[in-house]
């Protein structure tokens, strides 16, 4: 058993990861949590009194682990090619997808316990494509006059779409549809921009 509460919820955390990776979201429970984090399921309740304490914590690493990793391409390469890298990633870790899409469903409810947060990082991350977009319309990556807040808007509903796109229809191609419609974007944005 780990030595710590920190270490004990760190665990679990691995083992809610492992669970989502196998079962479907409404499936896992206290006990699937247990099994995957070799812990007694009172452990996971105690650590965890409320359930949704352990999505969060499963959210903040998986989630905001694999955004954060990625951000490093944005900062290279612009936001295009940041979600292009969240797409590639989430089409090799489609539990991390299914998951993910299921919480923000959920969370989109007022009174889900964790509506606030959920909010506040899908806000979050909105923010960091549209900053991203300012850079890249600065560095030239994207046409001047583009409006970062609009092409955030179009690029993260593009996003969004073809991971829901990609779960439900199996002759989905997410990077190749990401692509064709990311020229059409930049053409449009270019096109505004001639007009300003």
């Keep these: ?15 809610a990861i492992a669970a989502y990776r196998v079962a479907d979201f409404h499936t896992v429970g206290p006990a699937e949590v247990a099994t995957h984090a070799e812990v007694p399921e009172s452990e996971v309740r105690r650590v965890y009194p409320m ?8 959210m903040d ?4 682990g694999n955004r954060r990793a990625l951000w490093v391409v944005a900062e290279r390469s612009g936001a295009v090619a940041y979600l292009r890298a969240r797409l590639e990633a ?23 316990p964790a509506a606030g947060w959920f909010r506040s990082q899908y806000t979050h991350s909105f923010e960091d494509v549209t ?10 990556r994207e046409p001047r006059g583009t409006s970062p807040r609009h092409a955030a808007e179009q690029l993260v509903a593009l996003y969004e779409g073809l991971q829901l796109q990609s779960m439900l229809r199996d002759d989905v191609d997410a990077l190749g549809g990401f692509d064709r419609a990311v020229a059409r974007m930049r053409a449009g944005w270019a096109a505004a921009a001639a007009t300003v």
């Design 1 to 15: 058993m780990p030595g710590s509460d920190a270490d004990l919820r760190a665990r679990i955390v691995t083992g």
């Design 51 to 58: 359930w949704e304490l352990l999505v969060v914590a499963v």
């Design 61 to 64: 690493r998986w989630n905001n």
């Design 90 to 112: 989430g089409r090799d870790e489609p539990a991390l997808v299914r998951l993910r899409i299921a919480l923000l469903s959920a969370a989109s409810s007022p009174e889900h």
């Design 131 to 140: 900053l991203a977009l300012v850079r890249d319309v600065v560095a030239g």
